[in-house]
């Protein structure tokens, strides 16, 4: 077996590295001609029930792009459905649900449960990816907050009227959606803890259509709940990362997390500036710059970088991976970023 990288771990505890770690959020997925290919014959949810593919996906990129971390392949409403909330994965759309939860009646559907009983294939597939890595393997769940949205809304939206319709016509009906989706991510990212998952993050992607007081109001205290009681039952570390959060960071650090994950709409300089020094960063190339010219994303990917130390930093995308993107480029993007030295500071 090779030796094992732990640049991607040490960097979310701030210590030193001999090189930065990069990883990309959705690495694995449609821009891949192998994924698309078991797509053919398998949906999304199939593949993460099917624990030799779930790990063959996991794994492509991880060899395909050298990347530092392995995230294990499975979609945020995994432990949803688990909960006793009925959705669909549509192809173009993302999850939707056919009867959204729109009252304290519809709420009460959301039941605490058992995953090692209920999800057995995602413990086996960590196990399996466990045997088979040598850089960490990071588990992970969505926050209550962007769950809530999928819940309320019924899928996507831009404008999320239901959901705050519900904040600030029923603010006791929010509040215990939002507890009994903190209980359930809670014992989510305890059950990949426990199965062998040596990173956590929680992805926050639509945070961002909130006013900070707002968030502070009908999310923060959820989330707080949430990260002290991860951080009182495992010691891996915590990651936390949201959308379009400029006027948001002092208020995600505050809530928890090791690292902090940011989008490229806030320069990883003032990210710095605003949170200090003892949280580590994570990002933040706009991924549509993936398809731009070599020299033009080159030029950006080295202007982060000089933005950023050796130590406490992981270089990412300020969101997923589009599906138009070509997988050598990543791989371009990885081996620039692994080549380069910042200075420690």
């Given at each position: 077996m090779s030796t094992f990288n732990d640049n991607f771990l040490r960097a979310c505890r701030r210590e030193s590295v001999d090189r930065i770690p990069v990883w990309f959020m959705r690495q694995a997925g449609r821009y891949q001609p192998e994924y698309r290919k078991i797509r053919k014959s398998l949906s999304l949810m199939d593949i993460v029930h099917t624990p030799d593919v779930c790990t063959e996906v996991t794994l492509?990129?991880?060899?395909?792009l050298?990347?530092?971390?392995?995230?294990?392949?499975?979609?945020?409403?995994?432990?949803?459905?688990?909960?006793g909330v009925d959705f669909e994965i549509r192809e173009g759309i993302g999850p939707c649900i056919d009867n959204p939860l729109r009252t304290a009646t519809d709420v009460a559907r959301v039941r605490q449960v058992?995953?090692?009983?209920?999800?057995?294939?995602?413990?086996?597939?960590?196990?399996?990816?466990?045997?088979?890595?040598?850089?960490?393997?990071?588990?992970?769940?969505?926050?209550?907050?962007?769950?809530?949205?999928?819940?309320?809304?019924?899928g996507p939206s831009k404008?999320?009227?239901?959901?705050?319709?519900?904040?600030?016509?029923?603010?006791?009906?929010?509040?215990?959606?939002?507890?009994?989706?903190?209980?359930?991510?809670?014992?989510?990212?305890?059950?990949?803890?426990?199965?062998g998952a040596q990173a956590?993050?929680?992805?926050?992607?639509?945070?961002?259509?909130?006013?900070?007081?707002?968030?502070?109001?009908?999310?923060?205290?959820?989330?707080?709940?949430?990260?002290?009681?991860?951080?009182?039952?495992?010691?891996?570390?915590?990651?936390?990362?949201?959308?379009?959060t400029g006027h948001l960071l002092e208020d995600l650090k505050d809530a928890g997390g090791q690292v902090i994950g940011i989008d490229w709409r806030t320069e990883l300089s003032e990210a710095r500036r605003r949170l200090g020094p003892d949280v580590a960063l994570q990002g933040n190339l706009d991924p549509?710059?993936?398809?731009?010219?070599?020299?033009q994303r080159r030029a950006r990917v080295d202007e982060i970088l000089s933005q950023m130390s050796m130590n406490g930093y992981i270089f990412n995308l300020g969101h997923g991976v589009l599906p138009m993107t070509d997988g050598a480029v990543l791989r371009d993007v990885a081996d620039q970023v692994h080549a380069a030295t910042p200075p420690t500071r």
């Amino acid at each position: 077996m090779s030796t094992f990288n732990d640049n991607f771990l040490r960097a979310c505890r701030r210590e030193s590295v001999d090189r930065i770690p990069v990883w990309f959020m959705r690495q694995a997925g449609r821009y891949q001609p192998e994924y698309r290919k078991i797509r053919k014959s398998l949906s999304l949810m199939d593949i993460v029930h099917t624990p030799d593919v779930c790990t063959e996906v996991t794994l492509l990129p991880v060899k395909q792009l050298d990347a530092d971390a392995a995230i294990l392949f499975s979609d945020i409403m995994t432990p949803i459905g688990a909960m006793g909330v009925d959705f669909e994965i549509r192809e173009g759309i993302g999850p939707c649900i056919d009867n959204p939860l729109r009252t304290a009646t519809d709420v009460a559907r959301v039941r605490q449960v058992d995953f090692e009983t209920e999800l057995p294939h995602v413990k086996e597939t960590i196990a399996m990816l466990r045997r088979e890595l040598s850089v960490p393997l990071i588990g992970f769940c969505g926050a209550p907050y962007t769950l809530a949205c999928y819940l309320v809304e019924g899928g996507p939206s831009k404008h999320y009227a239901h959901v705050k319709s519900m904040m600030y016509g029923d603010p006791t009906t929010w509040h215990r959606l939002m507890e009994s989706l903190t209980d359930g991510m809670i014992d989510y990212l305890r059950f990949q803890a426990d199965a062998g998952a040596q990173a956590l993050q929680v992805f926050d992607s639509w945070i961002g259509s909130l006013a900070a007081s707002d968030y502070r109001t009908y999310v923060k205290p959820h989330m707080r709940r949430l990260f002290e009681a991860i951080r009182a039952s495992t010691d891996v570390p915590l990651l936390h990362f949201g959308v379009n959060t400029g006027h948001l960071l002092e208020d995600l650090k505050d809530a928890g997390g090791q690292v902090i994950g940011i989008d490229w709409r806030t320069e990883l300089s003032e990210a710095r500036r605003r949170l200090g020094p003892d949280v580590a960063l994570q990002g933040n190339l706009d991924p549509g710059l993936i398809l731009a010219p070599a020299e033009q994303r080159r030029a950006r990917v080295d202007e982060i970088l000089s933005q950023m130390s050796m130590n406490g930093y992981i270089f990412n995308l300020g969101h997923g991976v589009l599906p138009m993107t070509d997988g050598a480029v990543l791989r371009d993007v990885a081996d620039q970023v692994h080549a380069a030295t910042p200075p420690t500071r």
